[in-house]
């Protein structure tokens, strides 16, 4: 059964720091891995999703690595903004019939 | 195009009753799946509708269940409520079902007294 996880499970960081997310899983025969930001009591929003044949995926500010093999993946934000404050979700799918499997995540809070 | 839709936004209901949350995908995409998010168990997979059949279901007993229609709207419904079963539902949406990033509507907040 894949389980992901994600560390850490909070962060705080002023304005304009570059900053890294992490995403494991038990499970590295994936089809994909996908990042989410979801904002208070509202739906996801699909940042990037890396498939199993790729190693990174980049978009604006943001880049996700995935390295299957040590079932890992991080996602860079760089110069981080009060508006990037949400919450992190990976989430992979496996196992043969694409249900994905979503980590806990990380809450970010981005201050002034 | 208009995004992932999902209707009603909120609703409270009693133990025992029966709930039905209503999801129309982006227009053109035939996969539909269903989530449940809560504090203490996070995102988890309910089931997935391809052209009108269930593909693939999660983890949760027979008291949830779903449908599909021809336009691809989508409903899931909740017998015999729980008071456990309080939680944020949220449908996504793609073309295939198959590897692709998934559209999430709002959600509908549902609670259980």
């Known amino acids: 059964k894949q389980e992901v996880t994600q560390i850490p499970a909070a962060l705080s960081v002023p304005e304009g720091e570059n900053l890294v997310l992490n995403c494991s899983f038990t499970?590295?025969?994936?089809?994909?891995l996908q990042w989410f930001r979801q904002d208070p009591g509202k739906g996801l929003t699909s940042l990037l999703l890396?498939?199993?044949?790729?190693r990174e995926q980049t978009s604006g500010r943001l880049n996700a690595s995935l390295d299957k093999s040590s079932g890992r993946s991080t996602l860079y934000i760089a110069a981080s903004q009060p508006g990037d404050s949400a919450t992190y979700l990976c989430?992979?799918?496996?196992?043969?019939?694409?249900?994905?499997?979503f980590g806990r995540g990380t809450s970010l809070i981005v201050h002034p | 195009k208009a995004g992932v839709t999902q209707t009603p936004r909120y609703l409270i209901k009693t133990r025992g009753q029966q709930v039905t949350l209503s999801c129309s995908p982006i227009?053109?995409?035939?996969?539909v799946s269903w989530y449940q998010q809560t504090p203490g168990q996070g995102l988890q997979f309910l089931f997935e509708?391809?052209?009108?059949?269930?593909?693939n279901k999660g983890n949760f007993p027979g008291r949830f269940s779903g449908r599909q229609f021809s336009n691809s709207r989508s409903e899931m419904n909740v017998s015999t409520l729980e008071l456990g079963d309080s939680a944020l539902y949220l449908c996504?949406?793609?073309?295939?079902?198959?590897?692709?990033?998934?559209?999430f509507g709002p959600g509908t907040r549902l609670l259980v007294l």
């Open positions: 989430a992979v799918e496996s196992g043969g019939s694409y249900i994905p499997t």
């Open positions: 499970d590295s025969a994936i089809y994909n």
């Open positions: 890396i498939q199993s044949s790729q």
């Open positions: 227009s053109g995409h035939r996969s």
């Open positions: 509708y391809f052209s009108e059949t269930q593909r």
């Open positions: 996504a949406s793609n073309p295939t079902g198959s590897s692709e990033t998934q559209y």
